[in-house]
Antibody, heavy 124, light 108 residues
Framework: QVQLVESGGGLVKPGGSLRLSCAASGFTFSDYYMSWIRQAPGKGLEWVAHITNSGSKIYYADSLKGRFIISRDNAKNSLYLQMNSLRAEDTAVYYC?????????????????WGQGTMVTVSS | SYVLTQPPSVSVAPGQTARITCGGNHIGRKSVHWYQQKPGQAPVLVVYDDSDRPPGIPERFSASNSGSTATLTISGVEAGDEADFYCQVWDSSSDHWVFGGGTKLTVL
């Protein structure tokens, strides 16, 4: 079935780095734009970044630009988020999510499939 | 940057109709998407492009968007509908996704 599974979360010290992965299955990964979205404990959803299906275009939330890098490997059906210079305020559940493609084949800027999330805790 | 404003909470009795609003500057000119998130779970898309439902979403979930307010309407509310709801748009001026702050729906 259509599935996204994140991994790579954990406890990291301030200033450290972490690389998240998202394994896709059950659909043609290379057809889909993908996003990372995070949610701090007890808080709302915050968009982090997204990448087009070919990887040719990438967009980041302004507050994260320069510290986080989104990438993908279509041959491995995988999405990645390299997180550097981590801060306490980066503590959150990180979700990968697939852009919606309608039944008419139109890409929409919404996510119809989400992973279960991976927890990142930044603390000394 | 573009801002979406939602009420922190909405309460409704079972069987009644819940309306959750999402305010934004000229939001009627944008496509609004709605997500439901139950505790400990990932969000689920319940409405996209203002009023379309993905497969598997009950007809009880409907939405509209006009002027400065988008509204998600849940008819015949059930206990299982209790969740946080988020609106979301694409802000073309910044090439960013924007989420509302979320609304906690409580079924009395």
């Amino acid at each position: 079935q259509v599935q996204l599974v994140e991994s790579g979360g954990g406890l990291v010290k301030p200033g450290g780095s972490l690389r998240l992965s998202c394994a896709a299955s059950g659909f043609t990964f290379s057809d889909y734009y993908m996003s990372w979205i995070r949610q701090a404990p007890g808080k709302g959803l915050e968009w982090v970044a997204h990448i087009t299906n070919s990887g040719s275009k990438i967009y980041y939330a302004d507050s994260l630009k320069g510290r986080f890098i989104i990438s993908r490997d279509n041959a491995k059906n995988s999405l990645y988020l390299q997180m550097n210079s981590l801060r306490a305020e980066d503590t959150a559940v990180y979700y990968c999510a697939r852009y919606l493609i309608t039944s008419f084949g139109i890409v929409r800027d919404a996510s119809d499939i989400w992973g279960q999330g991976t927890m990142v805790t930044v603390s000394s | 940057s573009y801002v979406l404003t939602q009420p922190p909470s909405v309460s409704v009795a079972p069987g009644q109709t819940a309306r959750i609003t999402c305010g934004g500057n000229h939001i009627g000119r944008k496509s609004v998407h709605w997500y439901q998130q139950k505790p400990g779970q990932a969000p689920v898309l319940v409405v996209y492009d203002d009023s379309d439902r993905p497969p598997g979403i009950p007809e009880r979930f409907s939405a509209s968007n006009s002027g400065s307010t988008a509204t998600l309407t849940i008819s015949g509310v059930e206990a299982g509908d209790e969740a946080d709801f988020y609106c979301q748009v694409w802000d073309s001026s910044s090439d960013h996704w924007v989420f509302g702050g979320g609304t906690k729906l409580t079924v009395l």
